[in-house]
């Protein structure tokens, strides 16, 4: 198949329909895009591919992993069921994810996070989250957990998906203690220039 790399125990072309289905150990390659699963079927006239079982999409930029996948791998657009989606630290999780773009998602039911600890100390859970890599996460009815209790809530919130230094708040974080009770810590982080900042 021109421009695409295919390994799997068997593997069956319709010429008439113009598609190639794939079992077992399933292994595609076009590009920087890998995608492996156990089984899955490739429709070149449209370059959409449908994947099942023990699903993962790896690019330079992420690793998602899922129960079943409806892909474009020339338009790198497509939909994730029951996936999670990591990109360095930053972590998302949803019933259904749908790549919208090369770096843009929309997360439905869903949950983030920037924690790599497992499991995270804390992540934002929402009904719906936007996010671009590079750019921010919107999202719809977050609720803020620590250590997977919610801790508040918000109709809506705007998070930084950015490796640069920018100035903006930082993740709240939360203490008990008898003399005072509950208590929640909200830091500011100041970029000031590329070689200076300040938190308080």
């Not at 794939?22 to 492996?36: E, P, R």
Request: hydrophobic letters at 35%; glycine letters at 6%; a negative charge.
């Amino acid at each position: 198949i021109k421009n695409i790399l295919i390994d799997a125990n068997e593997a069956y072309r319709d010429t008439q329909k113009n598609l190639v289905q794939l079992n077992g150990n399933v292994q595609i390659v076009y590009k920087d895009q890998h995608i492996s699963a156990n089984k899955a079927t490739i429709f070149l006239k449209t370059s959409q591919i449908i994947a099942s079982g023990n699903v993962i999409l790896e690019t330079p930029k992420t690793h998602v992993e899922a129960t079943e996948l409806e892909y474009n791998y020339k338009t790198r657009t497509g939909v994730f069921k029951d996936s999670f989606i990591q990109s360095g630290q930053v972590v998302f999780e949803g019933k259904i994810i749908t790549k919208t773009g090369p770096d843009s998602y929309i997360a439905d039911r869903a949950s983030f996070t920037a924690c790599d600890t497992c499991p995270p100390a804390w992540s934002f859970t929402g009904t719906e989250i936007e996010a671009e890599f590079g750019g921010y996460a919107y999202i719809k009815n977050p609720i803020l957990r620590v250590a997977n209790f919610p801790v508040f809530y918000l109709p809506m919130i705007l998070v930084p998906l950015k490796s640069d230094r920018q100035s903006g708040l930082l993740t709240p974080t939360a203490s008990y203690s008898d003399p005072t009770g509950l208590a929640i810590e909200q830091n500011y982080f100041w970029a000031i220039s590329r070689s200076q900042d300040l938190t308080f």
